[in-house]
């Protein structure tokens, strides 16, 4: 199902919340694609996202979109519980697929996508942003071309969400999780990062919140098998400052990432304004999954390269259970 260069590839996007948004005005950005549909939860709030962008089609069943010819691929971007199930429906309707991270909350979903995946031929790609981010990427590049080599990764994922909200404030429809979710994007990142697969990792945890009933603070240590380090911090209790902060020690220096701004040890900036078309990591994510449709070829991310992060969060659960 690979487009010519002049034919547009015809986009279905599930998931009208604060991460659909952002793909959403990212595809914005990117020549040669056409947003075909908008599926979410609630009717009224889908149809006036999609006004606002020029979507023709809202609805609230993804089997909708699915069942459309002229869609060539679909963006999910629904509750964690739902990724796995939903990548399957897109993948067995013939559809070219991203799903946003993660890729699934049990490991035994995840193998089923790869192996639906690799039966297809379709391009399937979990949203990995950190190995996008321009920041990440110059670090990637040093390690690649023999410049930098990773002792240690420390890293702190640092949010405030003692009520079920999302990034834009509203309530959520289901529950976000420190191990599936956030740990995810570090784990993958930092084997990523290292070129070396993690060969050892331990975690703890908190107590379980009473109504959220998940942890709301976790500690994970991992060691990869070159022997690089990472030890990483999540809580959902931290009141300030939020996000997400990388620091990577290496043989040859210190770089600090914050999101898109990169920091060497002297909290002097690097700029990394050129390494790649644009600073957005969720626009260069969606631009590697249209290339990759295009080029017919697997895309960085793709579902059977993220797996391995999302066998290493089963034996932490494991742990934890």
Known sequence: MNSGQSKPIKVALAGAGAF?????????QIDGVEVLALIGRELDKTREVARRYGIDHAGTELGEVLAMPAVDAVILCTPTQLHASQTLACLRAGKHVQVEIPLCDMLAEGEAVVRQAQASGLVAM???????????????????????????????????????????????????????????????????????????????????????????????????????????????NN????????????????????????????????????VDVSMNGIELQDREFLAAIRAGREPNASVAQVLDCYRVLDQLERQLG
């Open 239 to 274: 009141d300030g400052p939020l996000g997400t902060f990388f620091r990577y020690i290496g043989d040859s220096g210190t770089y600090i990432a914050r999101y898109d701004d990169l920091f060497n040890g002297r909290d002097e900036k690097i700029d990394v304004s050129q």
């Open 20 to 28: 659909g948004l952002k793909h959403l005005d990212a595809l914005r």
């Open 126 to 236: 979990c949203g990995h942003t950190r190995r996008f981010n321009p920041s990440h990427q110059w670090v990637h590049q040093q390690v690649r071309a023999g410049r930098f080599n990773i002792q240690q990764m420390d890293v702190q994922t640092y949010f405030f969400r003692r009520s079920n909200i999302n990034a834009l404030g509203q309530p959520r429809s289901w529950t976000d999780h420190l191990l599936w979710h956030h740990a995810a994007h570090t784990v993958d990142l930092f084997a990523y990062q290292c070129g070396s697969p993690i060969v050892k990792a331990n975690a703890v945890q908190g107590p379980i919140h009473p109504t959220l009933g998940i942890a709301m603070d976790m500690s994970i240590q991992l060691k990869a098998a070159n022997g690089a380090i990472c030890t990483l911090s999540l809580s959902f």
